[in-house]
């Protein structure tokens, strides 16, 4: 089994910037999807960015679209989340996952249609003045 570690979350005020880096224990490349989950306090989890491994395909929730960039790390086994114009309602604790199924040889795969299987214990981001 896979396994994810986040890390480069921290106290950062509104307006700031942080990046986020998954690493997981194996290469990315075979599996169809990675994303980030996150989950404020008293709240339930959501997913608010995945890439496809098909494609490159991305996608963001409406509340970070233009703020948030996923990319694929300088290793093969890692991905990035890079947060910028962080507000206090960015505040949670985010997670990495993975679809661990076989990406398909042929065809795209959207990656908000992936199940994610794998996740990571989660690195916490608290955004405050």
């Known amino acids: 089994q896979v396994q994810l570690v986040e890390s480069g979350g921290g106290l950062v005020q509104p307006g700031g910037s942080l990046t986020l880096s998954c690493t997981a224990s194996t290469l990315l490349y075979d599996y169809r999807a990675i994303a980030w989950f996150r989950q404020a306090a008293g709240k339930e989890r959501e997913a608010i960015s995945c890439?496809?491994?098909?494609?490159?395909?991305?996608y963001y929730t409406g509340s970070v679209a233009g703020r948030f960039t996923i990319s694929r790390g300088k290793a093969a086994n890692t991905i990035e989340l890079q947060m910028d114009s962080l507000k206090d309602e960015d505040t949670a604790v985010y997670h990495c996952?993975?679809?661990?199924?076989?990406?398909?040889?042929?065809?795209?795969?959207?990656?908000?249609?992936?199940?994610?299987?794998?996740w990571g214990q989660g690195t916490k981001v608290t955004v405050a003045s």
């Open positions: 996952a993975i679809d661990t199924r076989r990406r398909p040889s042929i065809g795209t795969f959207p990656c908000r249609d992936a199940k994610y299987d794998a």
């Open positions: 890439i496809s491994n098909t494609d490159d395909g991305t």
